[in-house]
């Protein structure tokens, strides 16, 4: 009988799982809805002609504030068709790179969950989205980069991009558990190979992120849980 691999390696997403990000987003994008309502008619949903452009443009700009910036751009330009103003385009860009500035502020736990982990002998990388540079100067921010033995900044979170990280690690898919606040992403395609997933929720989700599943997904309520779960998962092989 084969006995089931203990879990060696543990991976966190970054963004809204170690520490706050999608609030930025929210923020900003209520201020592109009022430059932009001031170009359209009450009804029109601003919101949904921004979510529609960012997913076209997810091929060419990848994931992060850069792309979502652009985006904006182009959803501003295409939803007042050419007539809202240099004004307003400005004061866009300029809520682009006040994101980019915004403080890397930890979600409650992070900081006590990422030493126990460390101290239980876990290995612990980050697997996250986004741009290069921004997330780097993040995790380098976030005064915890040194518990990490790995920064993975990826295209796209798919089983064939776990399944990369998983061998590099050197360890079997049993060995490993992925542990972020999207099920699409950190969930999903991580079972899909047979590793380990810890699902916990953000209040605030992304539209591109959300997708229908069973629930059966392991949750948590706090990243706190974390080494708790991890110990009562290793006590029960």
């Avoid at 997904?217 to 706190?224: D, E, G, K, N, Y």
Wanted: charged residues 25%.
């Amino acid at each position: 009988m084969t006995s089931t691999p203990a879990i060696e390696v543990v991976a966190l997403d970054a963004d809204d799982t170690l520490w706050h990000s999608e609030v930025y987003f929210e923020r900003t994008q209520r201020r592109f809805k009022e430059l932009v309502g001031r170009y359209v008619d009450a009804d029109f949903d601003v919101d949904a002609a921004l979510v529609e452009v960012e997913h076209r443009n997810l091929g060419a700009y990848g994931y992060g504030i850069k792309g979502f910036t652009l985006s904006m751009i182009e959803a501003a330009i295409e939803a007042t068709d050419g007539a809202i103003g240099v004004d307003e385009i400005g004061q866009i860009l300029a809520s682009g790179r006040t994101m980019l500035d915004h403080p890397v502020d930890l979600l409650p736990g992070v900081d006590q969950a990422v030493t126990d982990l460390t101290d239980a002998g876990y290995r612990l990388l980050i697997v996250t989205k986004g741009d290069l540079h921004h997330q780097e100067h993040k995790i380098l921010a976030s005064g915890i980069a040194d518990r990490f033995e790995r920064l993975e900044i990826v295209a796209e979170k798919d089983p064939a991009t776990y399944r990369r990280v998983i061998a590099s690690m050197g360890v079997e898919p049993g060995a490993f558990c992925m542990v972020g606040n999207s099920v699409r992403s950190d969930v999903l395609p991580v079972l899909e190979l047979g590793a380990h997933a810890v699902h916990i929720p953000y209040h605030v989700t992304w539209a591109h992120e959300h997708v229908e599943h069973d629930g059966t997904v392991p949750t948590l309520t706090s990243i706190a849980e974390l080494p708790a779960w991890l110990a009562e998962a290793a006590a029960a092989r």
